[in-house]
């Protein structure tokens, strides 16, 4: 058995690269900052790819420094160098599901923008369930 899995949640670096192909199908890539426990430890940088319908989410509403949370799986990519003729490699993580759970902005405005609930505003006492 084997497992190839991968959940992350953590601010985009930047803006989405987005790339329209003629057979309609489109690609988005973007870099993903997750924080470590430790506030003094720098983030872990990911590459992240996403393909079909939800690279188009992230081309219209991911933006530098949106909270996303991923689940995904780890490729190596590889490629010769054109200049130098040397083998070359990067790892990606190719997603699976983005969830978009709200920007920078957001958090600092206090808004809340839990997965799922893109209305905004904090839920009422009487939708709270316990």
């Avoid at 497992?3 to 690269?17: F, K, M, Y």
């Avoid at 939800?54 to 991923?70: E, M, P, T």
């Avoid at 490729?75 to 490699?89: I, M, P, Q, V």
């Amino acid at each position: 058995m084997s497992v190839n899995s991968i959940t992350l949640v953590g601010r985009a670096g930047r803006d989405p690269e987005v790339r329209y192909f003629e057979s309609g199908t489109v690609v988005a890539n973007l870099t993903l900052a997750v924080n470590r426990r430790s506030r003094d430890d720098e983030p872990d940088w990911f590459n992240l790819e996403i393909w079909g319908k939800q690279a188009q989410v992230a081309a219209d509403y991911v933006r530098k420094g949106s909270l996303l949370g991923i689940i995904g799986s780890f490729k190596l990519d590889r490629w010769t160098d054109k200049a130098t003729g040397e083998e070359r490699s990067k790892p990606v993580v190719r997603v699976d599901r983005l969830e978009l759970l709200g920007s920078k902005r957001d958090a600092e405005a206090g808004a809340f923008s839990g997965g799922g609930n893109y209305g905004g505003g904090a839920p009422s006492e009487e939708e709270v369930p316990f």
